[in-house]
């Protein structure tokens, strides 16, 4: 894995980013203040990105490439698209990563350093900032809680009926 700082060109934003839904939630200068606290990081495939258990500062954007979150070894859910966002929970809550994110393709994401962030713009100086930042986390939780909901649902279905025919059997 190999990692890179961004130097950001303020008045040439690439287009990759101005199309990751994460950054199009702020204005110009919020854009700003994230891109300079961010950096690129390219893996190759098994490459652990995050790993279960360690301690968390950054927010992962995807831009390009697959990658597996991972708890026990075992795949829970793989993202390709770009813009995918990962380590927004452990990152904003101050809590160790509860599952390993890996490279399964080549991969390049983007990494906003949520500590340095914190230190450039205060949050009790920059409440706008904050309210898009933990409005965005919270659609996207809400995004990610509505799909395992409806999963869930799904197998606790299949579970009904394979009991179902077992019993008929």
Known sequence: ????????????????????????????SQLDDI??????VECEPGDTIVADGEEASRIFI?????????KNGKVLVSMDHTGDIFGEFAALSDERRTASVVAETTAVCLA????FLEY??????????YAALYEF???????????????????DKELRE????????
């Open 1 to 28: 894995m190999k990692e890179f700082a961004y130097i950001h060109d303020e008045e040439n934003v690439p287009d990759t980013l101005l199309r990751v839904p994460f950054l199009e939630t702020f204005n110009k």
């Open 35 to 40: 891109l300079n606290s961010s950096s690129i």
């Open 62 to 70: 995807l831009l390009a490439g697959r990658v597996n979150v991972e």
């Open 112 to 115: 906003v350093d949520q500590k």
């Open 120 to 129: 450039a713009k205060p949050k009790k100086d920059n409440p706008e900032f």
């Open 137 to 155: 986390i919270a659609k996207l939780t809400a995004k990610r809680l509505k799909a395992t909901s409806e999963a869930l649902a799904r197998m």
């Open 162 to 169: 394979l009991k179902a025919a077992a019993n008929a059997d």
